[in-house]
């Protein structure tokens, strides 16, 4: 797990970004919801995936990760000075 940490932290920040920021290339505003009022959006079972879901996602990734390799550098040993 510690070995894709930071991996996952970087998918999650580029994913949460990405979700930000694609709607500025076609003209919408900073993290336009789609799809947009009044139409049915995918669902996978219950779950209705929506832009805000996908940040989410990225948004937990991010934290997931960090948290991480945090959490392995505060309980890691400290190393000994060399003579």
Request: no cysteine; charged share 10%.
């Amino acid at each position: 797990i510690l070995r894709r940490a930071p991996a996952v932290a970087v998918a999650g920040l580029l994913l949460a970004l990405a979700v930000a920021f694609l709607p500025v290339l076609s003209g919408r505003p900073l993290l336009a919801h789609l799809p947009p009022p009044g139409t049915t959006p995918v669902t996978i079972g219950t779950l209705e995936l929506i832009t805000a879901v996908v940040f989410d996602v990225g948004v937990f990734l991010l934290v997931v990760g960090v948290l991480v390799v945090l959490v392995h550098q505060l309980a890691r040993p400290a190393e000994e000075p060399r003579r």
